[in-house]
């Protein structure tokens, strides 16, 4: 279990913590991201290699951040949120 293994690791203060119960936040927008490159993308490709993996994640990463409109973000892409509407390279 966690608990265990942080009790091995008694020369680095770590604890557990728990979203929401611990903490009065969360990481469950990044979580849903890496839901969405999983599940709508890196499952339906074959990666052999890590170096295959790193090219399909690096063209999935590109597609989010310059192609797919967000409907989070008023459907604008995030590159122009971030730029205030410039146009991607």
């Known amino acids: 279990s966690i608990e265990d293994y942080l009790?091995?690791?008694?020369?680095?203060p770590l604890h557990k913590v728990r979203a929401l119960k611990d903490i009065p936040f969360s990481n469950s927008m990044a979580e849903a991201m890496n839901k969405i490159i999983k599940n709508q993308y890196l499952n339906h490709r074959s990666s052999t290699s890590t170096a295959q993996l790193n090219q399909h994640l690096a063209e999935v990463i590109h597609e989010l951040n310059y192609l797919r409109p967000h409907a989070a973000l008023?459907?604008?892409?995030?590159?122009?949120?971030y730029t205030q509407n410039a146009t991607p390279e």
């Open 7 to 12: 009790l091995e690791l008694e020369h680095i």
């Open 74 to 81: 008023n459907g604008l892409i995030p590159f122009e949120v």
